[in-house]
């Protein structure tokens, strides 16, 4: 397998650095979906041939064209352009995003920060890594651990969204703008200490759960569950301390609610 990571991860870089030039100048040509480019579909299409021609058994599970997950011993979870609306706003941090999975388990994760340049990489038992160099989770937390909320624009559920932003706001709680799984590789690589995701969709995700947790840390549903299934919407994340103070405030608000 490490030759076709090798390519994927060639052809993510390749694809990144060409849509680099195009951020804030692209057409949003979404008719039934808010936030689609012609990148999207052709990072994606990319991907799926270079997979394909190493494999035709590998599946396909990808948010524009292969949005159905098939059951099969390897499957690739793919994000053509994580953060759609802020490429073609022009501004930073999209990102492009695979996964490998294998027997359920997410054995490889790539992704690419095309506006900082920056390549995360994780294999499952080997570690975690930013431009080839080892990250790890924070260790150390401070009296207010750093926190992201990622609150995806497709969450239905204001309610809920608006429950959870005010019983974490106690913690030093941070926007990310952008890819939930460039904002995730921030708590990988030791930047802030977790994460809460509200979820449109879980192409993303499966990175992101090996990424943190190949850098020390847990990733999980909402169930507590480190496989990450295609129907989960709801992600925590980071250093165990910061993940144990954020799983049951989580929970709790959903329970009140019903959901």
């Known amino acids: 397998m490490d030759t076709l990571y090798q390519k994927i991860i060639e052809q993510i870089v390749r694809s990144g650095k060409r849509i680099r030039d195009k951020s804030g100048k692209i057409q949003d040509i979404g008719v039934t979906k808010k936030h689609l480019t012609e990148e999207d579909i052709k990072i994606e299409r990319e991907l799926k041939k270079i997979i394909k021609e190493c494999n035709v058994k590998h599946e396909f599970y990808a948010e524009e064209e292969n949005g159905i997950f098939l059951d099969a011993d390897d499957v690739w979870a793919v994000d053509p352009i994580s953060g759609t609306s802020v490429f073609i706003s022009g501004l930073p941090h999209y990102g492009i995003v695979a996964a490998h999975i294998h027997n359920r388990e997410v054995q490889f994760a790539v992704v690419y920060d095309p506006s900082m340049d920056e390549l995360y990489t994780a294999y499952r038992n080997k570690g975690a890594y930013l431009n080839g160099r080892i990250m790890t989770i924070k260790k150390v937390r401070p009296e207010k651990p750093k926190i992201i909320f990622n609150l995806s624009s497709g969450w239905k559920d204001s309610e809920s969204a608006r429950k959870i932003f005010c019983e974490i706001s106690h913690f030093d709680l941070y926007r990310a703008l952008g890819s939930h799984a460039v904002a995730d590789c921030l ?51 980071g250093d165990k301390g910061t993940y144990q103070k954020l799983k049951p405030i989580i929970e709790r608000i959903l329970k009140e609610k019903g959901t």
Not at 190 to 203: P, Q
Not at 224 to 229: A, N
Request: charged share 20%.
């Open 187 to 237: 708590v990988a690589c030791g930047k802030y200490h977790g994460v809460v995701c509200l979820a449109k969709d879980s192409f993303p995700y499966f990175a992101s759960s090996l990424m943190i947790r190949e850098a020390g840390g847990i990733f999980t549903n909402i169930n507590g569950e480190e496989h990450i299934k295609p129907s989960d919407r709801i992600f925590i994340g």
